[in-house]
């Protein structure tokens, strides 16, 4: 019944007290938002979907403050970004994370294990603002507009974090410095 | 493989199923709880309301007590329980469910 509909109408009818319109938006968002989560957090599902959770609870709470209804999903990762950075402050980040993220990756055909471990490590060493541009602009193919709005950074901001994000991964993988 | 493909490959390993049914019940749960608890919030202000008004009337409910007392004790007790079990069944529901609710997750 909701299925078709965009997701401006699904914010109007979940504004209206519809639960069944909010939960379209979730599945329709939940794979970006956890992809995003898993990759700036640097651990394995149980945390991301812990964060990304509350975040789609969050976003019903506070749905009304939501401008541009057709911008849901940079929106719900903007919100998720912040719940992460509280995460990242209020927590551990030791081995138990490290373990985490060993356990839940698998290596790709033909990519050595090591350059998985590499991958991880050099996004861990990303300082925080660059890792989520990474993690939006290469790991989830969005446009640098849309993670700039996501992320609350200006424009030229997120382009610089992705190209020297990407600079210091594809080192870590091998690459030249200038790369 | 060029290290630009291993960077695409590896990233592309760690993309999420579109649908994940565990993930959207699970939010869809605590959406429920919180609207549920959000209407509990809501009617507080009418039974500081009420309590006020009783307050208010208490000098003639007292002169009407003594007829009164064998009609609203009974149902005074009966509200009492009501409003306990359904206290008791809320928290519970939400323990029972905390305990035994096993989420799937993909790999």
Do not use: N
Request: net charge positive; hydrophobic share 50%.
């Amino acid at each position: 019944m909701t299925g078709d509909l965009t997701d401006a109408e699904l914010v109007r009818r979940a504004l209206a007290g519809s639960d069944a319109a909010f939960s379209r938006l979730v599945e329709r968002h939940q794979a970006a938002v956890r992809a995003f989560l898993r990759r700036f957090l640097g651990s394995g599902w149980a945390e991301a979907d812990d964060v990304a959770q509350d975040a789609f609870v969050a976003g019903w709470t506070s749905l009304r403050s939501l401008r541009d209804p057709d911008g849901v999903r940079p929106w719900l990762c903007g919100i998720a970004w912040r719940k992460a950075q509280d995460r990242i402050r209020g927590s551990r980040r030791g081995a138990a994370r490290d373990a985490g993220w060993l356990e839940a990756i698998e290596t790709p055909a033909g990519v050595p294990a090591e350059d998985r471990l590499a991958l991880r490590s050099a996004m861990a060493e990303l300082p925080t603002d660059v890792r989520a541009c990474v993690a939006l602009c290469l790991g989830d193919g969005w446009s640098h507009g849309e993670a700039s709005q996501a992320l609350g950074l200006p424009l030229g901001t997120v382009k610089s974090h992705v190209a020297r994000g990407r600079a210091r991964l594809l080192k870590a993988l091998g690459g030249s410095d200038d790369a | 493989m060029t290290p630009e493909q291993k960077l695409a490959a590896l990233f592309a390993a760690e993309a999420p199923p579109r649908r994940y049914y565990g993930f959207e019940v699970v939010v869809a749960e605590r959406i429920a709880r919180r609207r549920a608890w959000l209407t509990v919030a809501a009617l507080l202000p009418w039974l500081v309301v009420s309590g006020i008004v009783l307050w208010a009337l208490h000098g003639l409910l007292l002169r009407l007590a003594g007829e009164l007392v064998p009609v609203i004790q009974p149902l005074a007790l009966v509200f009492a329980a009501t409003a306990a079990a359904a206290g008791v069944g809320l928290w519970l529901t939400g323990a029972l469910q905390r305990r035994v609710t096993v989420v799937a997750r993909p790999k």
